[in-house]
């Protein structure tokens, strides 16, 4: 057998009937991870209403796409030890100052970034 054919995997919350043979077919494809563009003449952007509705520029397709992506909430580590999840101990965690600051300047970052990008976008 090949080693693909000898993967598992787990489904669910964990237990012995959540893991089985991987299907072979299921695996992701390249193609499965090309971002579409719009097509229809308008789009949504935000939570819905008129206010967020946009003509979508058929020349111009990566406006309507980088304004339809949506960034995840900020996180804030917080200074005092926090829990998460369902409770035990690996669900607890207190960040050491290194560890906090560096999120800080990754997230700081990104966010300059983001604008920079999309403002080269506009542009073009």
Request: hydrophobic content about 25%; overall charge neutral; aromatic content about 4%.
């Amino acid at each position: 057998m090949s080693p693909s054919a000898d993967r598992v995997s787990s489904h669910g919350r964990g237990g012995a009937g959540n893991i089985a043979k991987a299907d072979p077919t299921a695996q992701v494809q390249q193609s499965d991870l090309v971002t579409p563009t719009l097509k229809s003449d308008h789009y949504t952007t935000g939570r819905g209403g008129t206010g967020n509705m946009a003509r979508n520029d058929p020349n111009h397709p990566e406006i309507a796409r980088a304004a339809q992506d949506v960034e995840t909430p900020v996180h804030r580590e917080e200074d005092t030890p926090h829990f998460y999840g369902r409770g035990g101990a690996a669900n607890y965690a207190k960040p050491s100052d290194v560890e906090r600051k560096t999120g800080e300047a990754k997230w700081e970052s990104g966010i300059v970034e983001k604008g920079k990008e999309f403002l080269n976008k506009l542009k073009k």
